[in-house]
Nanobody, 117 residues
Framework: QVQLVESGGGLVQAGGSLRLSCAAS??????????MEWYRQAPGKQRELVAA???????NYADSVKGRFTISRDNAKNTGYLQMNSLKPEDTAVYYC?????????WGQGTQVTVSS
């Protein structure tokens, strides 16, 4: 079993920055071999993929966040990050991290990000 704990959300003004963290733990779980993703879900909308990073460090982003968000990972700390810059009100959502390992996926509990105009 894998446990994920997100942190770093909060209230920020438009144009500001936040860094989300996703700390992973679990027995017989190797974070460095896992794919890590960040999703978000705004009220009344479907959950959408924001960014992903493979075990090899390849990254991918939704068009809406390219150039503003950066996904990264620290395998030594079993932690993934989402650096969010130039935030916009439309970035307001609950952000979730997900890891995929050996065909199984696990979700965190989510962290609220609110961007005021």
């Amino acid at each position: 079993q894998v446990q994920l704990v997100e942190s770093g959300g909060g209230l920020v003004q438009a144009g500001g920055s936040l860094r989300l963290s996703c700390a992973a733990s679990g027995s017989r779980f190797s974070f460095r071999l896992a794919v890590m993703e960040w999703y978000r879900q705004a009220p009344g909308k479907q959950r959408e993929l924001v960014a992903a990073i493979t075990s090899g460090g390849t990254t991918n982003y939704a068009d809406s966040v390219k150039g503003r968000f950066t996904i990264s990972r620290d395998n030594a700390k079993n932690t993934g990050y989402l650096q969010m810059n130039s935030l916009k009100p439309e970035d307001t959502a609950v952000y979730y991290c997900r890891v995929i390992t050996f065909g199984k996926s696990y979700w965190g509990q989510g962290t609220q990000v609110t961007v005021s105009s």
